[in-house]
């Protein structure tokens, strides 16, 4: 039995906003992994009694001033915080989206095996 064009459509943008979801999931877990990184990082840094620290430049380690460090991974994980937020009500819309659309398809499809 070959499918309606409606219903291939339907299954189509499906399959691409489970491909979306996939994907604003990964970015989200990689930004998170960022987010332990820095408060590590930060939380190491509280630690040391040092004014200096050493930072990673491209391949070099640099030494700075453990205050601007501070500052600068601060900053960034405020960014990657915020990124995550972003990320999630992405997430939660695509789900929605998927949800909508599956039951649509559920219905489209019973109807034509009723019929």
Request: no cysteine; net charge neutral.
């Amino acid at each position: 039995m070959e499918l309606p064009p409606n219903v291939q459509n339907q299954l189509m943008q499906f399959q691409q906003l489970q491909q979306q979801l996939q994907a604003i999931v990964f970015q989200k877990q990689q930004i998170e992994t960022q987010i332990k990184e820095i408060e590590k990082a930060l939380e190491e840094m509280d630690k040391s009694q040092l004014e200096e620290v050493y930072k990673m430049a491209g391949g070099i380690l640099v030494k700075r001033n453990k205050k601007e460090v501070g500052e600068e991974l601060n900053e960034k994980l405020e960014t990657l915080k915020l990124r995550t937020k972003t990320l999630e009500k992405q997430e939660e819309k695509m789900q929605k989206r998927l949800m909508d659309l599956q039951e649509s398809l559920q219905k489209t499809l019973q109807g034509a095996n009723v019929a």
